[in-house]
T-cell receptor
């Protein structure tokens, strides 16, 4: 079975500080992409960052970076210099070569950035 | 600029009364997806269209159907909504069905069933 686990239902962080959201996944395939999506309250889901499984180098997008540990099947998201606009639910997800493009999502982590 | 548009944003229907949710896209993407997201849960794929080819997930109830009359539009029809169908319904698109493609989501339609 292909699954994604986000073990932190809720997290909070002070503005300007750094926070890490954890994600583990399970798949027997070698070809897949990993994604973090952000869903702000009452707003649409947007892509934060993506990682190709065959690349060892961790992806970065401005204040967002990932720690991809393929052997451990771990894909955590680090948000540096947290801003109030980062308050949202964050979903970890992946797609494999064989699953017809289907995104497998985790349960989500609600992040609250406090002023 | 809106790329994936969903209408309405909020829909209230009565138990058993058919309802249709709409999605349109300006990206000219080949693939359109419908996800169901219940409160505090992960989005769950119901089905998707690759061009005109319909692909149903094995566990999607028969109560849910979809139409894609052209590239830009896709509809989700719920024939006889039950209380358990109350959820956020998300439409998404991708250029192709390849696993390397990013999916772009609309803002969702929140369905309430009375």
């Amino acid at each position: 079975a292909q699954t994604v686990t986000q073990s932190q239902p809720e997290m909070s962080v002070q503005e300007a500080e750094t926070v890490t959201l954890s994600c583990t996944y399970d798949t027997s395939e070698n070809n897949y992409y990993l994604f973090w999506y952000k869903q702000p309250p009452s707003r649409q889901m947007i892509l934060v960052i993506r990682q190709e499984a065959y690349k060892q180098q961790n992806a970065t997008e401005n204040r967002f970076s990932v720690n991809f540990q393929k052997a451990a099947k771990s894909f955590s998201l680090k948000i540096s210099d947290s801003q109030l606009g980062d308050t949202a639910m964050y979903f970890c997800a992946f797609r494999t070569l064989s699953n017809t493009g289907k995104l497998i999502f985790g349960q989500g982590t609600t992040l609250q950035v406090k002023p | 600029d809106a790329m994936v548009i969903q209408n309405p944003r909020y829909q209230v229907t009565q138990f058993g009364k058919p309802v249709t949710l709409s999605c349109s896209q300006t990206l000219n993407h080949n693939v359109m997806y419908w996800y169901q997201q219940k409160s505090s849960q992960a989005p769950k794929l119901l089905f998707h269209y690759y061009d005109k080819d319909f692909n149903n997930e094995a566990d999607t109830p028969d109560n849910f159907q979809s139409r894609r009359p052209n590239t830009s539009f896709c509809f989700l029809d719920i024939r006889s909504p039950g209380l358990g169908d109350a959820a956020m319904y998300l439409c998404a698109t991708s250029r192709s069905g390849r696993y390397t493609d990013t999916q772009y989501f609309g803002p969702g339609t929140r369905l309430t069933v009375l």
